[in-house]
């Protein structure tokens, strides 16, 4: 098979060309690729956003693991130099089975906002935010305290987020009050970091930073999984030799329900999304 | 196959003495559950969630379509003798599909609550609130003119509230601001009766009385369906003979998930809950 819309009838011819592929259940992914064409302005990337059945932060780890080896080897067959995971559900599930059973660098979106924030936090007192499930597989709590075992982690679920950030509703009175509710306890815990640890929540980032005030640091997984991409694909000398750039987007539902939120989480209309079947088939 | 888990090796030996099927995508269906074991305690229902790929609400016609049949295909397995799509999304896009398939009684979710608003207001202007995807199919817009040919019917997409009733914010500030915000421009249209279109929604019903005031009477599409269910099978002759009444509970994904959020909607815990896969072959 060829791989679908790169550039041509086959894989491009120097190795470093190749694309980045990066996957989410859904939109939320966008804001990881949003910043990963920020910083490598030079890489091509193939974005997969399982949307027939996002989303993954309420199914149980066998399902997530089940639909993300399914995304993962939708853009392996697509000739990909690296994997993205941009979806901390399927990282806290399946990044383990991933980079185990592949031959290119895999990077999750969790390790790399535990890290900044370990390196960041001056009293070690580090809040973690993100969706209930992220929240209860303890991932970003482990990741923090491989990096800093003296650091105090307090985390909270807010599943509210997600729905103000698709509704647009990202600043205002019922965000300010949500995150009040959600982060007041943290902010009693003397938090001096917080990882904003969905993808979503990116959007958010504003309306945050005024509830949180000057004392407390956000550190925005996104960002800091771009900043990852970018030191792996250098160290593994696999930096785009500088062809032109390519851009792809692949749903596993229908193409105009992304285009409308897309714009959101990307900053920009997407071009070229395609609809495409995943787990049709026996698994 | 054995009717799984209704009552014994083979189907009742009275046709009457057959489940109520009822599917919904996830969790939201147990409030039109709940109602029909109100209204209807002498009936069996087996319930199915698809919770391995809820929500339905942002997802394709085509995509519901396709998961709404084979939902139904479970519950038909297992004998039922009346299937209601508790689901307003699945209601929207496979009313037409599933009840001409099935050789059994169908009902949605949408025209009870359509018709009974239809019936209650005296000036005609009434309001339905929905998710997204309820409120751009027309569906209750379609229903209720088809029921009162001088209704004016004015909607609001409230997607925050599925996200306010799974988070238990029921009554409060946050929950009070965002109903202000979706439906004060309803109240200034002077709408005198509002339906919820949504099976999350009666979670949020005595604060959305509240805020509506007494001018505005709320119609609950749960109740309504249930009400609905009562008279089908009774002009059916399909009322149970009064047998030992049995419900069971399915889900796509993982149970205890299913459990966790079950007891909001259904009022009580559940009991008898397997999981069971749908869609793994070709479709």
């Not at 490598?40 to 989303?55: F, M, Q």
């Not at 994997?83 to 895999?106: E, K, M, R, Y």
């Not at 792809?248 to 285009?259: A, G, Q, S």
Request: proline share 7%.
């Amino acid at each position: 098979m060829t791989p679908a819309g790169t550039r041509g009838p086959g894989p491009p011819s120097d190795p470093r060309d190749a694309p980045i592929g990066v996957f989410d259940s859904g939109v939320g992914g966008l804001t990881v690729l949003r910043a990963i064409h920020a910083q490598l302005p030079g890489e091509s990337t193939i974005y997969l956003g399982d949307t027939a059945r996002v989303p993954y932060g309420p199914k149980s780890p066998d399902t997530v693991r089940r639909y993300a080896r399914e995304a993962a080897g939708f853009l392996t067959e697509r000739g990909i130099k690296m994997l993205v995971i941009a979806c901390n559900t399927a990282t806290a599930h399946a990044f383990g089975t991933l980079s185990q059973g592949l031959d290119i660098p895999v990077l999750g979106v969790v390790e790399p906002g535990a890290r900044e924030a370990a390196a960041a936090s001056r009293s070690g007192v580090i809040g973690v935010i993100g969706t209930r499930g992220t929240v209860e597989s303890g991932s970003y709590e482990r990741a923090i305290l491989a990096a800093r075992a003296d650091a105090t982690v307090r985390s909270a679920a807010c599943p509210l987020f997600v729905a103000l950030a698709e509704e647009g509703w990202v600043s205002g009175e019922v965000p300010e009050l949500a995150a009040h509710r959600y982060l007041d306890p943290l902010f009693a815990a003397e938090i001096d970091t917080l990882v904003l640890g969905c993808t979503h929540y990116p959007l958010l980032k504003p309306m945050l930073a005024d509830v949180a005030g000057s004392g407390v640091r956000l550190v925005d997984s996104a960002e800091a999984t771009a900043r990852e991409t970018a030191r792996l694909l250098s160290a593994r000398s696999l930096t785009s030799s500088g062809s032109a750039p390519i851009a792809h987007h692949y749903v596993t539902d229908d193409t105009h329900l992304f285009r409308e939120l897309a714009g959101l989480f990307l900053g920009a209309p997407v071009e070229r999304v395609e609809s495409v079947a995943l787990g049709q088939g026996p698994s």
